[in-house]
């Protein structure tokens, strides 16, 4: 089949189903990911045809998720082993940041403070130090940690049970805001705007959910949730999880990639859809922009959404994209 | 009940009011209603009065269980209510709540169960206030209220009788009486009363029967009120039902009465051993409130609810709609249904396995990740622990781990001590396996550090050795470990170096270069793939195109010539895989239908003659041909037959598009990408046109198999230049191959300023504008391939964005038109040469400025040429003659008609007052408006949108023509000199090939939108086909009403929204013809029904309003001014405005 000239696949994906994908912050050609293979992806998208894998490195269990630090030389993963590990991906140089009790399924880091924060089932958020590889603080959270997203001073933790508790780094002791998802079922992922103003949740059913940090009236009135990755099979609506969100780094517009193995972009602002690009081979794990803008990666793995996993792991199904943005695409209406 | 009423009253007092007074059926004391009447003139006074004495009545009842006749306080409050609130229930009054206390309070106090005041105050509630009446009294019954009253049965009886139950009603007589009843004369009397009624009137077979004959069960009335009354009253069920939503208490009682029914019916008549009570079960009739309680919405939060507009009196009309939604019970969803959130939407499924997520014991919800890892039985590990018993082989672990860290399947005994990364293998049999050995705990680090020394030395294995090793390990994991496990647990001190081998200590080291090879694998396999894909692709298509073309032949219903076509068609790719000739015979072509006339004679000839012409390209067509859609093939033949001939080549198969035969063919074949098909026939002629010899080749160049649309997004926005380009890049043809295209990429053209300039400077002498020997004007030269096009601006004719539109004069045409006056009269030779020339190009064209420049609008307006072959509609495009691009500006050459747009005839009729009203005559709108359906339908099936359509974007096409020839009475089909008379499409910058995009396709525009884009896009729904019908809409609406269009929309029924126009119609106007065409318009997605597909374009729909005005006009154009003249008239003010 032909292949939108735009696009193309990454050589050496993982071997297993994808859980993260991430660009660097700072070059559009470093690719991370991370993958149930127990490895995290170094990966650049530039090099060669279809890009290259210039390392790998690995974990004791599958890796949850991936981050950047501070720049291109490091690296944060942590995963099922419930390990927080920072990696030199110039070395292969490995330090244990810490351990959590449980998987630590989601680690961002945090420009502000210069720190890396991690969320696991164990129902806590650890911060840590990366420069002296010591966890500084550790807030017990009232559910099981399934994503986490920061900008600026904020922390955005997405429990279970539909809780989203805001954060203000600067002062962890206390939640600054705890809410109430506003989507019905389990939250998938939350992902900040780029802009600092809120952020975007996803759920398992199909709906996005925009919300703002501002917890004045005005600003809350301004929050709405939406359906999406919904197909008609048969006279029903077959409603799929919106496994990944990734927002734009120039418009602020962002991409949501379902179950379905679709990826759709969205003008929060204008509250509509952009585009919708074909559909994946598989549903779709992560969706990371690249700093500039200029590429979208998409992680398409089969998901777990039928339960039907069973460890029996097609590779083959296991592909990750790099879509090239056209000028102005991804542009909202009205920028 | 009110007292006595000695003294007379003036009734003038209560005349005012009588509508204000409830009827009691005892009557009301005039007095006391004039008393409270009177009072009336101070509102505020008397309720203040009557809350004090309400306030008494309360107070005295509060000490009312102290007297002996408690009863007696509340009957005065309750007569005092009726008659102080002779308007009855109210706010104020409160009686229900009155008589619902008091006859609760007294229920099951045996002094009053039979004394009459308080069975009165029963029935006063019943009459007045009780939904079920019958439901009630029957609980009466069942409380041995009043059974010794022959009130009780009276009342009863009536009531029963006055809604047909009269069997019923005898029963209830039946049983009082052998109730002995007090006063029994006077129940008797209303018995006898009631038996003459029903001699005069008798029972029917269709009144409702009570279960047990009233004979056979003289005192089984006992049991009867304890159940039997109640049995004989099962029907209340019913009429409760249906009056309101089941309450509590009733709820219980069919099962109850079922009972009743069933065992009474066969019990004995016994004296009143039920009386005692057989209540169980009934304890409590409910209040009133209690039964409205479901129809009273409660409050919650707001979120996502729909306030309902009424109670829930009908919910039948609009219950749909405004079904509260209910949340699924997260932890109770057991199914992945949810229930939609009202009726009219599609069920939903969740993808997801809600039972995993939510698991059914605990609160606990698990998201994917935890499931995929508890179903690979990486949940649960205690990391922790595992890891301190590492602890000490950690420090003898190289950095880089092994990729198989410490695997486990299930939950570990963490007893065992686990040797590090390399032996993860290891640990995890050790886990799992029954030989399993603590004693491992004893583990010495000098130990670890020498098995590692071992295990260390692997690293200097080769490359792909470890590959292969990795490969076995994995292997091993998978099956044979246990196995391993044993060995290796009881030789952990000594481990054999093939144990070591295998292991993945050295991997992080190697990893790299197991990748790389792994990569070159995988990059080659890639290749030899795509190439296996493509060729078999190829050969689908081949395949496919056979036994399609078949199956399209059948669609087009060309039943007379349909063998021949046939063969052809079978033919077809043999000729294409051979490379050879047709045979003749088989070139016979399909006879053309209706009045077609093709140059027949030169087509045998011509056609070999162009077999042979071909052969140097025969290759590279092969492959094309291959690579194209089913019908293009034939479609395609047909047009290289013609080729030859050079004449304007009306093709055959294009042709066959003018009939109806050819509008359904394209209907159901839409999917067919006929685009390149048309594209063959241009080639030759540009090889005679231009001296690109080399170009046919390279648009024959084989080719992707163009199944595939070059878009294939679902949704996105189709003026994107990115999206452009992209499809530049992959069109098939190749632009280049276009005939008149000509592209200069690296070299910018800068004549835009000087041209601008120059066109401002004429708008300011608004000298002389059309002389076109003024010469001043710049001109613009072209260098193409077969020597210079010059043009010589002459003004500006219209003004865009971008682009604006300048008058031109082709100096081509110029020199020789000049030269043709020099020529003799006769000399047809040089005549003809000239002509020849000029290529049927006019002196004066119009050129199209683009800045930046941009080939679409040339693509689209040849591509609807193309696929519009000879079709009528084709003539309704203007030509798009040259497209010269450069890096820095654009100029698209076009036919020029100098009449204007349909703006300029809205404009004219507006200032032309003669005309009515400031609007166009109807009948000239009816015509144009068939003209731009006929046209929009036309494109439409091929594919083809504008996506610009508005007034201006219409030029008027009322060709001279000699009245001799132009009939008055209209032609549908065009005969008569009618096809002479229409509109040309222009502007097809925003067009789109729908031919480029996947079938399901969706829109969504970038620009701002106001009332005259569909509502689509002003709503930022994606769109497709609405652009066009809506811009059709807003064209008719403006020529109609001569204002732009203003569109509303209304709830449908199916909660879809329905647009209809704001403006209304003369009442002389054809309002049917023009609500159905703006209906069709506006709302094109409620019309798919009828559409061979189902989905849009709904062709169809419009043609059916395209043929209902067309009979109008062909019956009505001969009436008034007569369509005919009308038009001339606009002709001639259209020239003169030139």
Same mark, same amino acid.
């Given at each position: ?125 650890? /911060? ?145 859809? /952009? ?61 | ?34 008393? =409270? ?35 007696? =306080? ?203 009570? =057989? ?12 039964? #409205? ?20 009196? #009908? ?102 001590? !686990? ?7 290891? *640990? ?14 004893? %583990? ?141 015979? #088989? ?53 290289? %037959? ?208 683009? %800045? ?55 404009? *004219?009729?507006?200032? +032309? ?7 166009? +005559?109807?009948?000239?709108? !009816?015509?144009?408006? =068939? ?194 003249? *009308? ?12």
């Amino acid at each position: 089949m032909a292949q939108a000239t735009s696009q193309f696949e990454l050589s050496s994906p993982p071997e297993d189903a994808i859980s993260a994908l991430t660009f660097s912050p700072t070059s559009p050609t470093r690719l991370l990911a991370s993958s149930w293979d127990k490895y995290v992806h170094l990966y650049d998208t530039n090099a060669g045809l279809n890009g290259s894998k210039l390392t790998a490195l690995s974990h004791a269990a599958p890796v949850l998720d991936c981050c950047f630090g501070e720049n291109d030389g490091v690296l944060f993963s942590g995963g099922l082993d419930w390990l927080v590990k920072q990696w030199d991906p110039e070395t292969g140089a490995e330090t244990t940041l810490g351990s959590h009790e449980d998987g630590v399924k989601s680690v961002c880091y945090n420009q502000e403070i210069k720190s890396l924060i991690s969320g696991s089932w164990d129902h806590t958020i650890r /911060l840590f130090d990366p420069r002296a590889s010591t966890e500084t603080s550790k807030h017990h959270q009232p559910h099981k940690i399934f994503s986490t997203s920061t900008i600026n001073h904020t922390l955005v933790v997405a429990m279970a049970s539909r809780s989203v508790y805001l954060y203000d780094v600067r002062n962890m002791s206390e939640p600054w805001q705890r809410r109430e998802s506003s989507l019905k079922f389990q939250t998938r992922t939350v992902r900040c705007m780029p802009n600092g103003q809120g952020y975007a949740s996803s759920s398992i059913e199909g709906r996005i959910a925009v919300e703002f940090f501002d917890a004045s009236e005005e600003s809350q009135k301004r929050k709405y949730a939406f359906k999406c990755h919904r197909a008609v099979e048969g006279g029903v609506d077959v409603v799929y999880p919106v496994n990944a969100l990734a927002f734009h780094p120039n418009y602020g517009t962002f991409a949501s990639g379902g179950g379905d193995g679709i990826v759709s972009l969205w003008d929060g602002m204008a509250k509509r859809r /952009l585009r919708q690009y074909q559909k994946y081979p598989a549903s779709i794990a992560g969706l990371s922009f690249s700093p500039n803008g200029k590429y979208l990666a998409i992680g398409s793995s089969s998901g777990f959404e039928d339960g039907n996993d069973g460890g029996e792991f097609p590779p083959e199904s296991v592909k990750i994209f790099i879509r090239e943005l056209a000028e102005g695409e991804g542009k909202g209406k009205g920028q | 009940m009110p007292g006595d009423s000695p003294p007379p009253t003036s009734f003038d007092d209560i005349e005012l009011h009588k509508e204000n007074i409830q009827p009691l059926a005892s009557g009301r004391s005039a007095r006391a209603l004039a008393q =409270v009447l009177s009072a009336r003139a101070s509102p505020v006074v008397l309720r203040g009065e009557n809350a004090v004495k309400q306030a008494e009545f309360e107070q005295e009842l509060k000490t009312a269980s102290e007297l002996d006749d408690p009863l007696e =306080v509340w009957v005065r409050y309750v007569n005092w209510t009726v008659e102080t609130f002779p308007s009855g229930s109210s706010h104020e009054s409160n009686l229900v709540h009155l008589l619902e206390r008091v006859t609760r309070e007294f229920l099951h106090e045996d002094q009053y169960k039979n004394d009459p005041r308080y069975l009165k105050l029963w029935i006063q509630y019943i009459q007045n206030f009780s939904d079920t009446p019958r439901e009630a009294f029957a609980y009466l019954a069942r409380h041995d209220v009043g059974q010794k009253l022959a009130l009780f049965y009276e009342e009863f009886a009536t009531l029963l009788e006055s809604i047909g139950r009269r069997h019923q009603a005898a029963e209830v007589y039946h049983t009082g009486i052998q109730q002995n009843a007090r006063p029994v004369d006077r129940l008797l009397r209303k018995n006898d009363e009631f038996r003459q009624r029903l001699e005069t009137n008798p029972i029917t077979d269709d009144e409702p029967h009570s279960p047990a004959l009233v004979a056979t069960r003289p005192a089984l009335a006992v049991k009867a009120f304890g159940g039997g009354l109640g049995g004989g009253l099962g029907a209340p069920a019913e009429p409760q039902q249906q009056q309101q939503q089941p309450d509590p208490a009733p709820a219980k009682k069919p099962a109850k009465m079922k009972m009743a029914i069933y065992s009474d019916a066969d019990a004995e008549p016994s004296s009143r051993a039920g009386t005692k009570k =057989v209540t169980g079960g009934w304890d409590e009739i409910g209040t009133r409130d209690h039964r #409205k309680k479901e129809n009273t919405v409660e409050s919650r939060p707001f979120a996502g609810q729909t306030m309902k507009q009424e109670g829930g009196k #009908k919910p039948s009309s609009q219950g749909g709609k405004l079904a509260v939604f209910r949340d699924t019970s997260l932890h109770h969803s057991q199914e992945n249904i949810i229930p939609p959130a009202s009726s009219n939407k599609r069920p939903e499924k969740v993808a997801i396995n809600l039972e995993l997520v939510y698991p059914e014991e605990g609160d606990e919800e698990y998201s994917f990740e935890e499931l995929r890892a508890i179903k690979r039985g990486l949940y649960g590990i205690d990391w922790k622990t595992r890891r301190e018993e590492e602890e000490y082989e950690r420090r003898a672990k190289i950095q880089a781990k092994s990729r198989m860290v410490e695997e486990k399947r299930a939950p570990v005994t963490v007893k065992t001590v !686990m040797s590090p990364s390399p032996n993860k293998g290891k *640990i995890k049999r050790k886990g799992n396996s029954r030989n399993a050995e603590p004693t491992m705990t004893f %583990h010495t680090r000098a130990a670890t550090d020498e098995i590692y020394n071992i295990f260390n030395q692997p690293l200097q294995l080769s490359a792909g050795q470890d590959d292969e090793d990795s490969e076995n390990d994995s292997d091993e994991f998978d099956g044979e470990d246990y196995t391993m496990a044993t060995n290796i647990g009881e030789q952990t001190e000594q481990f054999d170096p093939d144990a070591e081998g295998e292991d993945d200590d050295g991997k992080s080291v190697k990893s790299d270069w197991s990748d790389f090879t792994l990569r070159r694998n995988l990059l080659a396999e890639n290749e030899t793939e795509g190439e296996e894909e493509l060729v078999s692709e190829e050969e689908l298509v081949q395949a496919k195109g056979k036994i399609e073309k078949l199956a399209i032949h059948k669609d087009e219903g060309f039943d007379v010539f349909g063998e021949n076509k046939l063969n052809i068609l079978r033919d077809e790719p043999k000729q294409v895989a051979t490379s050879s000739r047709l045979p003749l015979q #088989k070139m016979k072509i399909p006879s053309p239908p209706e009045d077609f006339d093709p140059p027949r004679n030169p087509y045998y000839a011509g056609n070999q003659a162009h077999a042979q012409n071909r052969l140097p390209y025969m290759t590279p067509i092969v492959e094309k041909t291959e690579s194209l859609p089913p019908t293009t093939i034939a479609r395609r033949k047909a047009e290289h %037959h013609k080729t030859p001939s050079k004449s304007r080549m009306p093709d055959i198969m294009d042709n066959s598009f003018s009939s109806p035969f050819g509008e359904i063919l394209n209907d159901s074949g839409f999917g067919v990408s006929n685009l390149s098909l048309i594209d063959p026939p241009l080639v030759p002629k540009e090889r005679e046109r231009k001296p690109f010899g080399a170009k046919p080749v390279t648009a024959l160049k084989p080719v992707a198999p163009k199944e595939v649309p070059i878009i294939q997004d679902l949704q996105c926005n189709p003026m994107d230049e990115a999206l452009r380009a992209q499809i530049y890049e992959k069109l098939q043809p190749p632009l280049k191959t276009h005939e008149g295209f000509y592209h200069h990429p690296k070299s910018t053209f800068g004549k835009a300023a000087e041209i601008r300039k120059f066109s401002k400077s004429m708008g300011r002498k608004d000298s002389d504008r059309n002389n076109s020997n003024s010469g001043q004007g710049p001109s613009i030269d072209f260098f193409t391939g077969d020597g210079v096009r010059s043009y010589a601006i002459k003004r500006e004719l219209g003004k865009g964005a971008f682009a604006p539109v300048y008058l031109a004069e082709n100096m081509m045409v110029a020199d020789a038109e000049d030269e043709a006056e020099d020529l003799d009269e006769d000399d047809i030779e040089g005549r003809l040469e000239l002509t020849k020339r000029t290529a049927g190009r006019k002196r004066f064209e119009a050129v199209k400025m683009e %800045h930046p420049p941009s080939p679409w609008e040339f693509y689209i307006m040849r591509q609807a040429k193309r696929r519009l072959g000879v079709a009528r509609a084709s003539e309704s495009i203007l030509n798009a003659y040259e497209m010269h691009l450069f890096s820095d500006e654009g100029y698209l050459i076009l036919e020029y008609r100098d009449q204007g747009t349909i703006l300029d005839l809205i404009n *004219i009729a507006k200032a +032309d007052s003669a005309a009515g009203a400031g609007v166009m +005559d109807e009948t000239l709108v !009816m015509f144009l408006a =068939v003209e731009l359906l006929r046209t929009v339908e036309a494109l439409h099936t091929r594919g083809i949108l504008h996506g610009d359509l508005k007034a201006d974007n219409c030029l008027i096409r009322f060709d001279p023509i000699p009245d001799a020839s132009w009939s008055a009475r209209y032609r549908r089909d065009g005969a008569d000199g009618w096809d002479k008379k229409g509109v040309s499409l222009i502007d097809f910058g925003r067009g789109i090939d729908m031919k480029l995009f996947s079938p399901n396709v969706q829109f969504i525009a970038d620009w701002k939108t106001d009332q005259q884009d569909c509502a689509e896009m002003r709503e930022m729904r994606p769109w497709t086909y609405q652009v066009d019908y809506y811009g059709l809409a807003a064209i008719i609406h403006t020529m109609l009403f001569g204002k732009y269009i203003e569109s509303t929309a209304e709830k449908g029924g199916l909660g879809a929204k329905k647009y209809r126009i704001t403006s209304t119609m003369k009442r002389y106007w054809q309002q049917n013809i023009w609500n159905e065409l703006f209906d069709v318009l506006l709302n094109p997605l409620l019309h798919t029904g009828g559409e061979n597909r189902g989905v849009m374009p709904v062709t169809k729909a419009i043609r059916k309003c395209r043929d209902g005005m067309e009979s109008w006009l062909e019956n009505n154009c001969e009436k008034g001014a007569g369509l005919r003249n *009308i038009i001339k008239r606009m002709e001639a003010t259209l020239s003169r405005r030139r």
